[in-house]
């Protein structure tokens, strides 16, 4: 299965306003979900292998672009099953994966007509979390260990040149594990 998540990755450049001359045109800002302060960068969206950890696909975008966009570019068909927080579940998105013969893993979020999730969906995002949590390593390792902290490039194709570069970084030291 593959397992969608992204993250936030600043810029080293300047914001919009700041005296700096250096300026990213191309980055945006975002507000982080609980947290306060926003970041201006780009986001890396990432399909995960659920078996290897090995990063199966890489999509960059700038901060403000919505998880659910880029979703379909990270599933790569093969997959048995895709899993992936309430930002990637869309009611088109679960009827074209099971069409396909993959098991749709994607977490339920309450809306306006349901503000509380029932207690069966709510377990089914728990058990969901669970098996998904092994994807926030893999973030952990890239921004820690592979120097993903932030940006160093201006533009979206320099910054996902710099985000590939880490993401085959992450996966021969992955590999490396696995096959030792």
């Given at each position: 299965g593959t397992m969608l998540d992204a993250t936030l990755i600043a810029a080293m450049s300047a914001r919009p306003?700041?005296?700096?001359p250096a300026r990213d045109p191309d980055a945006a800002f975002a507000k982080r979900?609980?947290?306060?302060?926003?970041?201006?960068?780009?986001?890396?969206?990432v399909g995960v292998d659920e078996g290897s950890g090995l990063i199966r696909s890489l999509?960059?975008?700038?901060?403000?672009v919505?998880?659910?966009?880029?979703?379909?570019?990270?599933?790569?068909?093969?997959?048995?099953?895709?899993?992936g927080d309430a930002?990637?579940?869309?009611?088109?998105?679960e009827r074209r994966l099971k069409t396909g013969g993959v098991k749709a893993r994607l977490m339920r979020r309450p809306n306006k007509y349901h503000p509380r999730l029932p207690p069966r969906l709510r377990l089914y995002n728990r058990?969901?979390?669970?098996?998904?949590?092994?994807?926030e390593t893999t973030?952990?390792?890239?921004?820690?260990?592979?120097?993903l902290g932030r940006i160093r490039y201006i533009g979206l194709a320099k910054a996902?040149?710099?985000?590939l570069m880490a993401a085959i970084a992450f996966n021969m030291r992955r590999w490396v594990t696995l096959t030792g």
């Amino acid at each position: 299965g593959t397992m969608l998540d992204a993250t936030l990755i600043a810029a080293m450049s300047a914001r919009p306003g700041d005296e700096r001359p250096a300026r990213d045109p191309d980055a945006a800002f975002a507000k982080r979900q609980g947290k306060a302060g926003s970041i201006f960068g780009y986001k890396a969206h990432v399909g995960v292998d659920e078996g290897s950890g090995l990063i199966r696909s890489l999509v960059s975008t700038p901060a403000n672009v919505n998880d659910t966009e880029p979703a379909d570019a990270l599933i790569r068909g093969d997959e048995r099953s895709v899993m992936g927080d309430a930002a990637y579940h869309t009611h088109a998105r679960e009827r074209r994966l099971k069409t396909g013969g993959v098991k749709a893993r994607l977490m339920r979020r309450p809306n306006k007509y349901h503000p509380r999730l029932p207690p069966r969906l709510r377990l089914y995002n728990r058990l969901i979390a669970r098996r998904r949590a092994a994807v926030e390593t893999t973030f952990a390792t890239l921004k820690q260990r592979m120097g993903l902290g932030r940006i160093r490039y201006i533009g979206l194709a320099k910054a996902g040149g710099q985000m590939l570069m880490a993401a085959i970084a992450f996966n021969m030291r992955r590999w490396v594990t696995l096959t030792g």
